[in-house]
């Protein structure tokens, strides 16, 4: 599997950042690379709202799985 171009750590962190510190739950799409709302830490597979993939990810996931 591999993190969409459009995507990298410094997105990852600062998600996980807004995650930790608001009220957003964000979540990226590995095939298209659009960020999702509404997605639990630890997402796989979620169906993305932009391309209509099962490649959402949430973020945390994504950060422990490419860092």
Sequence with gaps: MKLHPSVNLEMLADAMHRQRFGLDNPGF????????????PDARNYKCESCG??????AEELFVMFS
């Excluded at 799409?29 to 639990?40: H, K, Q, R, T």
């Excluded at 993939?53 to 949430?58: A, P, Q, S, T």
Aim: negative net charge.
């Design 29 to 40: 799409c590995m095939a298209c690379g659009a960020e999702s709302d509404s997605c639990e």
């Design 53 to 58: 993939e099962r490649e959402v990810f949430g």
